[in-house]
T-cell receptor, first 110, second 113 residues
Framework: DAKTTQPPSMDCAEGRAANLPCNHS???????VYWYRQIHSQGPQYIIH???NNETNEMASLIITEDRKSSTLILPHATLRDTAVYYC???????????FGQGTTLQVKP | EAQVTQNPRYLITVTGKKLTVTCSQN?????MSWYRQDPGLGLRQIYY???????DKGDVPEGYKVSRKEKRNFPLILESPSPNQTSLYFC????????????FGPGTRLTVL
């Protein structure tokens, strides 16, 4: 079973920041938070990952709460091409297995 | 271009007719994996391989076989396909250890009649 809880859907206006929440209250000390997205039925695409600290890359920022029980993925300036299903995944970097839940369907609107 | 390729992309077959879905990556990744995606069930791991000649079962291995004779290739074999194997299949690869970023192929949509 997925170890994360995400809202099933969200809307965002084009050009605005999209903030996607994720709860992972049972995360253990050595587990990372990964975010992937899937556009239509294409292969999932890696976005970002983190352990404790906030992370930023060219695609997004990841904010992890101090107790690590929740996190937020931020797409700073959402475009129509960011419309996708976003998956928050918790897992150990030792196993390679990604347990995908149902994700959040983000709809970016003009 | 770094990529994972799968063939075929679409396949319609009949029950019991053996088939192979190929997966190849050009990134020299040690780790490769197969997932299936079904509505309401998300992506589930079928098999994975941490290196040549090293494979192990994922969460839903029944009815599937894999082999890893070369680093770049990881074929998925259905010896006797059944309709409940109708699904969208993805191959993925990454570095090992620390497989943080996994690269996924474009998917193979399989229909078993």
């Amino acid at each position: 079973d997925a170890k994360t809880t995400q809202p099933p859907s969200m809307d965002c206006a084009e050009g605005r920041a999209a903030n996607l929440p994720c709860n992972h209250s049972t995360i253990s000390g050595n587990e990372y938070v990964y975010w992937y997205r899937q556009i239509h039925s294409q292969g999932p695409q890696y976005i970002i990952h983190g352990l404790k600290n906030n992370e930023t890359n060219e695609m997004a920022s990841l904010i992890i709460t101090e107790d690590r029980k929740s996190s937020t993925l931020i797409l700073p300036h959402a475009t129509l091409r960011d419309t996708a299903v976003y998956y928050c995944i918790v897992g150990s970097s030792n196993t390679g297995k990604l347990i995908f839940g149902q994700g959040t369907t983000l709809q970016v609107k003009p | 271009e770094a990529q994972v390729t799968q063939n075929p992309r679409y396949l319609i077959t009949v029950t019991g007719k053996k088939l192979t879905v190929t997966c190849s990556q050009n990134m020299n990744h040690e780790y490769m994996s197969w997932y299936r995606q079904d509505p309401g069930l998300g992506l589930r791991q079928i098999y994975y391989s941490m290196n040549v000649e090293v494979t192990d079962k994922g969460d839903v291995p029944e009815g599937y076989k894999v082999s890893r004779k070369e680093k770049r290739n990881f074929p998925l074999i259905l010896e006797s396909p059944s309709p409940n194997q109708t699904s969208l299949y993805f191959c993925a690869s990454s570095l090992w250890p620390s497989p943080v970023e996994q690269f996924f192929g474009p998917g193979t949509r399989l229909t078993v009649l």
